[in-house]
């Protein structure tokens, strides 16, 4: 049993840096088209590459396609005569439907589609998994799941729900990186120094994610309990809502949505 990553770029360097937590390093190969990358993330995990994309899918059970939508045409021509039924292979692109992937690949093969986001990296990843169970074996799906939850945890949801999941977490980083350097900015203009503004901002929503998760209270109840009655935090979150903070969420999640909608 092999896991073979097809694409080392930030997504595919994330989930393999996180799977080594779980897996040997002779379980897995990878292939990369830059190769000059291909050998630095093979000095420096441990792990074989491969020079070519068939290569890799001839080599492994479970072939993790990593690499962005724009370049699946491609790498779909390079493996569709190599996958077989016994294969398993891993979606990570937004937009890319099982249905399509089995309509270049064929009915018979056996598809999960994921969605996870980039920081798997410190393996505090989310991801979002979709497969037709019936099609896997038991001790396969055990395989995905040790996959998913080696960088992070996982949710299994139904496919027509992955463009939100891109939306909630695959592509919601970049935000709350903005909500960091915007944060930053505001203590800055105020004399803090910019790495300590940076510290404090990014600790701050850590702090806040972790209150989220761990006492499992709605994130309003959260809130409400830093807002004392005429205090400096309810003056901010008028000003906030004054501004359209959560509109433009919902602006971008639209945004987001529609975009991985229409991809391929």
């Known amino acids: 049993m092999k896991i073979g990553f097809i694409g080392m ?111 798997a990296l410190l393996g505090c990843g989310m991801t979002g998994i979709s497969y037709e169970a019936g099609l896997f074996e038991f001790s396969e799906q055990e395989i995905i799941g040790k996959i998913f939850s080696s960088f992070g945890k996982f949710r299994i949801v139904e496919e027509r729900y992955m463009s939100a999941v891109t939306c909630v977490s695959g592509s919601s980083p970049a935000y709350v990186y903005m909500f960091i350097e915007a944060l930053a900015d505001g203590a800055v203009k105020y004399g803090i120094p910019r790495d300590a503004a940076y510290e404090m901002a990014a600790q701050a929503v850590m702090g806040s994610a972790k209150m989220v998760l761990e006492t499992k209270e709605h994130p309003g109840k959260l809130k409400d309990q830093v807002c004392s009655p005429a205090g400096t935090t309810i003056a901010g979150v008028a000003a906030l809502e004054e501004y359209g903070f959560r509109n433009a969420v919902l602006k971008a999640t639209d945004a987001c949505y529609d975009k991985a909608e229409h991809m391929k």
């Open 9 to 119: 770029g930030n997504m595919g360097y994330a989930m393999l840096k996180g799977v080594l937590n779980i897996f040997s390093k002779e379980d897995l190969v990878f292939a990369d088209s830059n190769m000059s990358r291909a050998i630095q993330v093979s000095q420096e995990t441990g792990v074989q590459y491969v020079e070519s994309n068939a290569e890799c899918a001839n080599s492994a059970k479970y072939l993790i396609l990593a690499v962005k939508p724009q370049y699946y045409t491609q790498v779909l021509k390079n493996i569709e005569n190599i996958v077989r039924p016994e294969h398993v292979i891993i979606s990570i692109a937004p937009g890319i439907t099982i249905d399509y992937l089995q309509s270049v690949l064929g009915t018979d093969k056996r598809i999960v589609r994921a969605m996870p986001n980039t920081p």
